[in-house]
């Protein structure tokens, strides 16, 4: 995505920019451990991209595109607490690394930070972000608390699926798409529909990553593959199964859901069902549902010329196959 | 306090017409069940209080007083984690009641509520207030992590432990008193004063605990005779003391605070070489100080008629004996 150069290196630098130096270290070193373990940063290049495209100044979006990176990097660290997750991105996390303790500790001065990072905007615009800023963070501590609700529900529906990945994926590429507007002074109309044109594509981008759970390339998409079905994951994969599954394969998916085993004749069963029901059908129809939202969305912005940056962000996103 | 009546009925009337109702239960029920423990409430009076002195709308300081107790109990959700800590307020810690898991998650969503309940605050207020607030929140990580790291070193000095209870206790004290001010217009000055103020009540206030630890009426004070003995906790107490020892009473002092036992010799030993040391007369002093600095402070604040309300607050709070 060579249109995105600009941005992801402006990015990069502010955050080399920024590292903490701070003390006391034992609090600061996991929050530049984690910062530096690399990921797409698609959130905070999203937030520059907006501001430019609306016209902005990309220089008022540097510290708030940080912000929206600082404030994900925290909802990692304590996820992974939660999930009680070995590794991040191919190396150890935060608390495997430190412990606990700092885990915790780091991750509330990274959410605190990021609120800082705001702090640079006039009054009237500080106000506008940080109240979205909050509004999303409380999304997501209940996305994930829904998540984790999942884990020992019987059954999902697909409505409760949707609504959990909405607050967990879509609302912070909503929102970070809608910060870089407001900072650019855009309308309150197309800040709106930039926000719902990132809510789809945050939707279809998180289906699409439960479809190449299964369905990827798994040397590309540097995951274990079936990774969810090991680990009992009710994704869309899932639920969709089981909607359309007879009495039979509905009672293989839920013995197997249930098992925690390493063994592979696991995914070798449930892949098959998946296969027999076209599951993967289903869900790139719900994907291409998303995705024509988002672009509906797009069409209705008024302050932005180059829409065809935005399309292509979105078709590479969800085009992939990895 | 029977002065503080008015502003502990409004705070208390305000904290049960906004438990949380939202959904997820699972993540709002630990919160609930926090906030209900009790405790004195000290912080979010001291907003309402210092509004109203400052001739301000106290109903304008209501949420921001919920705000300021929400900050608080995130505080203690999460310390309660790291310290292992089994009951608060002589009831189970939340970690201990739901699950570790649940704990991190609701702090962090009672933490962004707390932001939250500043929304209703015009544009300039409100930016004044939550980089102030934001600022204390990064003291208290801090000051958390500085604690957390004199449980391992072996040398405390006086001048880090005092930094740290400035961290721990002041900061907020110190902001509860601003944000009061900042709503009720008062000066910048007096804004300034009430501060400080409040700052080095904080300090006093801790170094009081600290001394109630041995010094106290136990039957009152609520907690366990000599607990930061037993948990070899380097207060005031024990770096004072260290600093006057002797070769032999060092060593003795060293020897206790390495041992992790219930033996009840432990405090008769740390206690007598307390006594011997007059250890007690040493952080009187150290209070008394720190509550002239306060009342200094006091004098220089011009827009406040009544101050005996406060200085009453200060001599009750620190006059206590438990």
Redo the contacts between chains.
Sequence with gaps: MKYLNQYVETFQEALKQNEFK???K??YEPINYILTLGGKRLRPIITLMATDLFGGDMSQAIKPSLAIEYFHNFTLM?DD??DKAPLRRGKTTVHEKYN??RA??S???L???A??YF?DLP??K??EI??LF??T??DL??G???D??FETQLEVTEEEYMKMIYYKTGVLTAASFKIGAIIADASPEDANHIFDFGKHLGIAFQLKDDLLDVYGDSSKVGKMHAGDIFENKKTILFIKALEKANEEQATELRYWYKLNTENIDKVYSVENIFKQLRVDHMVEREILEHTKLAKQYLEKIEGIENKKVLKDFCDDLIGRSF
Tied chains: 1, 2.
Aim: charged share 30%; proline share 3%.
């Design positions: 701070d003390e006391p034992e609090l304590h607490i939660m606990v303790d915790i500790l991750g509330d001065a959410l605190i930070k609120y800082q702090e009054d009237n500080f106000k940080v109240t909050s509004k963070g409380q501590c209940e994930q608390q829904y984790m609700n």
